[in-house]
């Protein structure tokens, strides 16, 4: 069965450290998205691609993040730096195309010390 | 600003028992309301969703009531097991582009 493939698992960064995380849709999907789950709450939106194009990013804390999906396939989420708010599941999610059902990885924990 | 709102924060159901979770939307744009489940460790699986076009849909144990009017819906779980136990989170969206937008989750527990 295909599934969204995300690395690392977990992550234990010191503040003002730079961190990365990847994700690998499933195989054909156009539409990537990086959610944030903070413990105890529902995800919310950072980032949302369609191909290589992001779509919205208006939840995306500029400033510190950034999101890239080159080649419309795989995508990288970056956090520099890496502040102690940012302790959270950063989760991947794909779908075949906009509106369509999504599928989500098993997250990265990142943990900010 | 929380667009939808879930009740309860965490629920307890003995084995056999139903396991009602509710939601409250304000956005009347929003076309398509899906139930998520997810497991400790885990990504959240989807479970179950709904259209405003219909009134209820059922899969399985599954069963979703949906009142336009009232801006609500609800995740029924018949018979709930212990591998019910997870948290379950209602979600809404609005317009094929447009994000999900999930509530803030329903710790479910069911007891032997």
């Known amino acids: 069965e295909a599934e969204v493939a995300q690395s690392p698992r977990y992550k234990i960064t010191e503040k003002s450290q730079a961190v990365a995380f990847w994700c690998d849709p499933i195989s054909g999907h156009a539409t990537l998205y990086w959610y944030r789950q903070i413990l105890g709450q529902g995800p919310e939106l950072l980032v949302q691609?369609?191909?290589?194009?992001?779509?919205?990013d208006s939840q995306l804390p500029k400033d510190r993040f950034s999101a890239e999906r080159l080649k419309g396939v795989d995508s990288t989420l970056k956090i520099q730096p890496a502040e102690l708010g940012d302790s959270a599941m950063y989760l991947c999610?794909?779908?075949?195309?906009?509106?369509?059902?999504?599928?989500f990885g098993q997250g990265t924990r990142l943990t900010v010390v | 600003q929380q667009q939808v709102k879930q009740s309860p924060q965490s629920l307890i159901v003995q084995k056999g028992g139903i396991s009602i979770i509710n939601c409250a939307y304000e956005?009347?744009?929003?076309?398509?309301f899906p139930w998520y489940q997810q497991f400790p460790g885990k990504g959240p699986a989807l479970l179950i969703a709904?259209?405003?076009?219909?009134s209820e849909k059922k899969e399985g144990r599954f069963t979703i009531s949906f009142n336009k009017s009232a801006k609500q819906f609800s995740l029924h779980i018949m018979d709930s097991q212990p591998g019910d136990s997870a948290t379950y989170f209602c979600?809404?969206?609005?317009?094929?582009?447009?994000?999900?937008?999930f509530g803030t989750g329903t710790r479910l527990q069911v007891t032997l």
């Open positions: 691609f369609q191909d290589e194009s992001v779509v919205d």
């Open positions: 979600a809404a969206r609005g317009g094929t582009a447009s994000k999900l937008t």
């Open positions: 999610a794909s779908s075949p195309g906009q509106g369509a059902e999504a599928f």
């Open positions: 956005n009347t744009a929003f076309d398509y």
């Open positions: 709904i259209r405003p076009d219909v």
